[in-house]
Every structure is written in structure tokens, then in C-alpha cells.
T-cell receptor, first 118, second 113 residues
């Protein structure tokens, strides 16, 4: 079974600075997808960014970018020019690309609580 | 376009009562997922539908939980009878196909006393 690990329960960053959130995963598969979701205090789960494992190029979405290291099974999220609105719990998630059932389930990490200091 | 809609947003009930959570997926999405979030277990998939058919219900904790999707625009998750350990935030998510990105609703916060 796949597992996702976020080793940083809490992180903090100064407004306008850059922060990197770590995520590692364990899988024997070669084809899969990785995601970062953001959960602000409202509890809404908001997609931040998505990475396909077959793509070598790291995904970017405005101030958010990832460092995808397939061999190391690492998938970190970099937030540049941090804003107060970025404060939230961030979840890393894995999804297999194969199978009727396993290819649909999202496996989540434990989450990293990000605080942005003014 | 409206996102995934869930109701109620908050539910407080007493142990033994029946609880029904509702979800309207994004229009045109063919896959629907129910997740539960607790402090102890984090986010976990309960059940997944594709084209209104349950495909994977291995995450449903026990027979007290049941889910239905009578049509493409509506799903329910029912707990009968409810227990205090069912207290959690329940999320519904949908995707265009089972392989596409899942978009989450706002969640239902359930408290069973």
C-alpha cells in the first residue's frame, strides 16, 4: 500500500518570504499523480497544484511550485512571496494511475500547519 | 460554475439517531467520493462512485454506514445508528473522470453526543 509522509507538523514563514514544505511517499508503481491541497480554517479542501509522475518538468502555479524527485520519492511544495492568506494546513496526496479502485483513491499525508507572520 | 455542494454544513445529533449527509457534485463530473477527516486517522476515503455505481466501499467503517447515488447530481451518506466516534468532518469530492483531479466540497462537520 502506498503511504505519504509529511515530516513537518508545523512551519512558519515571514510574509513575503519563501517557504518549502516537505513530502515523501512510498510506492512500487511508476505511474501516479501527486497533489498538494490547502485547508484553511474554513475546512475547505482547495487544490493547490498537481504533478504527473511521467512528467519530468516540475509543476508551477503562480507563487506555488514543486520539486518532484521521482527517484527519491520526494515531492516538496515551495511557496514564494508568502501572503497572510497562505496560512493553512497543507496536505500532500498520492493517487495511483492504475486500476479501477486503486487508481481513484487519494492517500493523504498527515498535513503541515503553515503560519504566516506579518 | 458552482463547486461541490454539501449539506448540512454542521450537524449535531445524539447517539443512536440517524444522520444523512448530502452532496451535489460538480455538473458533468462522473466520479464522486466520500472522505472522512478525523484527528486520529486524518483523511480517509469511505466510498467512491463512478457513473452512479459504487466501485470501492472498502473504507466504509461498518454496516452502520451506507451511501447511495440515485442519479448523477446527488449522493447521500447515511449513518444509522450514529455513535460518538462518528464525529468528524465528512467531505464529498467529485472529478470529471475517476482519473482526473478531485474537487472537494466544504464538508459537513458532524458531532454525535
Amino acid at each position: 500500500a502506498q503511504t505519504v509522509t509529511q515530516s513537518q507538523p508545523e512551519m512558519s514563514v515571514q510574509e513575503a518570504e519563501t517557504v518549502t514544505l516537505s513530502c515523501t511517499y512510498d510506492t512500487s508503481e511508476s505511474d501516479y499523480y501527486l497533489f498538494w491541497y490547502k485547508q484553511p480554517p474554513s475546512r475547505q479542501m482547495i487544490l493547490v497544484i498537481r504533478q504527473e509522475a511521467y512528467k519530468q518538468q516540475n509543476a508551477t502555479e503562480n507563487r506555488f511550485s514543486v520539486n518532484f524527485q521521482k527517484a527519491a520519492k520526494s515531492f516538496s511544495l515551495k511557496i514564494s512571496d508568502s501572503q497572510l492568506g497562505d496560512a493553512a494546513m497543507y496536505f500532500c496526496a498520492y493517487r495511483s494511475a492504475r486500476g479501477e479502485t486503486s487508481g481513484s483513491r487519494l492517500t493523504f499525508g498527515e498535513g503541515t500547519q503553515l503560519t504566516v507572520n506579518p | 460554475d458552482a463547486g461541490v455542494i454539501q449539506s448540512p454544513r454542521h450537524e449535531v445529533t445524539e447517539m443512536g439517531q440517524e444522520v444523512t449527509l448530502r452532496c451535489k457534485p460538480i455538473s458533468g463530473h462522473n466520479s464522486l467520493f466520500w472522505y472522512r477527516q478525523t484527528m486520529m486517522r486524518g483523511l480517509e476515503l469511505l466510498i467512491y462512485f463512478n457513473n452512479n455505481v459504487p466501485i470501492d466501499d472498502s473504507g466504509m467503517p461498518e454496516d452502520r454506514f451506507s451511501a447511495k447515488m440515485p442519479n448523477a447530481s446527488f449522493s447521500t451518506l447515511k449513518i444509522q445508528p450514529s455513535e460518538p466516534r462518528d464525529s468528524a468532518v465528512y467531505f464529498c469530492a467529485s472529478s470529471y473522470t475517476r482519473q482526473e483531479t478531485q474537487y472537494f466540497g466544504p464538508g459537513t462537520r458532524l458531532l454525535v453526543l
